[in-house]
């Protein structure tokens, strides 16, 4: 079945570093990838996607692609806030036994990110 | 409503005692997901309805676990005769489209948080 391996953290950064958190696939075919994070206190939410290979996902000043020669679909943003504190999660759908990508999720382990002033 | 709903947010109970969490997905969407989240850990997939039927209930860890979905919308989470290693957040979240959607994105819920003594 499709899997994840996220760099294990945690990651801390001064305001305005260059953040990179690494995040690897494996899969059978090219389905969408995702990033999720989650806030201090709030519930996880979407970050950006991609839904196929070659594409690059942004939002909020981060970005993704989605590189099927390395299986990598990294996180990385050019530089970092107080605001950005929070847990990453790497993320792709489930396969059925036909071969289809299905929208069950399987996510990484999280990676957590503490931006200090 | 706008969002996923989940209640309780909080549920502290003792070993041994019967546990009902409920999700109030986004109206219209008819996936509806079940995953759980430990400490430190990426959330782990429990079950998966779309519509009123369980469409995957591969991660419901053993026969404590149950999950209704019975008129399309609301779903509740069943946990039997509790045990302190089920202390976690629960998760719900819910998404458009049909099944074989990987590129959905899901909207999560903020979680029930459950604690075990």
């Known amino acids: 079945g499709n899997s994840v391996t996220q760099m294990e953290g945690p990651v801390t950064l001064s305001e305005e570093a260059f953040l990179t958190i690494n995040c690897t696939y494996t899969a059978t075919g090219y389905p969408s990838l995702f990033w999720y994070v989650q806030y201090p206190g709030e519930g996880l939410q979407l970050l950006l996607k991609a839904t196929k290979a070659d594409d690059k996902g942004s939002n909020k000043g981060f970005e993704a692609t989605y590189r099927k020669e390395t299986t990598s679909f990294h996180l990385e943003k050019g530089s970092v806030q107080v605001s950005d504190s929070a847990v990453y999660f790497c993320a792709l759908p489930g396969i059925t036994a036909g071969g289809t990508s299905y929208g069950k999720l399987t996510f990484g382990q999280g990676t957590i990110l503490t931006v200090h002033p | 409503g706008a969002g996923v709903s989940q209640t309780p947010s909080n549920k502290v109970t003792e070993k041994g005692k019967y546990v009902e969490l409920r999700c109030d997905p986004i109206?219209?969407?008819?996936?509806l997901y079940w995953y759980r989240q430990s400490l430190g850990q990426g959330p782990e997939f429990l079950i998966y309805f779309q519509g009123t039927g369980a469409a995957d209930d591969s991660g419901l860890p053993n026969d404590r676990f149950f999950a209704v979905r019975p008129e399309g919308s609301v779903s509740t989470l069943k946990i039997q005769r509790t045990e302190r290693g089920d202390s976690a957040v629960y998760l719900c979240?819910?998404?458009?489209?049909?099944?074989?959607?990987?590129?959905?994105?899901?909207?999560f819920g903020a979680g029930s948080r459950l604690t075990v003594l």
């Open positions: 979240a819910s998404s458009l489209g049909g099944p074989l959607s990987g590129a959905n994105v899901l909207t």
């Open positions: 109206s219209g969407h008819t996936a």
